[in-house]
């Protein structure tokens, strides 16, 4: 088992930045390709960025691309997705996730309980 905790959403205006933080315990989180995704009310939960378990291969999200950066410490066990110009539309429930490296959610096998990220117009 891998337990996922995310944290570092909040209220942020237009053109701002977060940093999303996931911490992993459990099993050997290197083992693991991690990716970052995003459910907004009533919509699909869709991929936002995925980092390869060494962390060397990135994928982004048309949405997102040029805007975020999907990082990972595997000493520390924890993966970042760093959020700038950010627009109304990125307001979501971000979750990370644990398992294949992939834009599908399918191949996560472990998911956090989300961070919720607001951003105000």
């Known amino acids: 088992q891998v337990q996922l905790v995310e944290s570092g959403g909040g209220l942020v205006q237009a053109g701002g930045s977060l940093r999303l933080s996931c911490a992993a315990s459990?099993?050997?989180?290197?083992?693991?390709?991690m990716g970052w995704f995003r459910q907004a009310p009533g919509k699909a939960r869709d991929f936002v960025a995925t980092i390869s378990r060494s962390g060397i291969i990135t994928e982004y999200a048309d949405s997102v691309k040029g805007r975020s950066t999907i990082s990972r410490d595997n000493a520390k066990n924890t993966v970042y997705l760093q959020m700038n110009s950010l627009k109304p539309e990125d307001t979501a429930v971000y979750y990370c996730?644990?398992?294949?490296?992939?834009?599908?959610?399918?191949?996560?096998?472990?998911w956090g309980q989300g961070t919720q990220v607001t951003v105000s117009s």
């Open positions: 459990g099993r050997t989180f290197s083992n693991y390709a």
């Open positions: 996730a644990a398992g294949s490296y992939s834009a599908q959610k399918g191949t996560y096998n472990y």
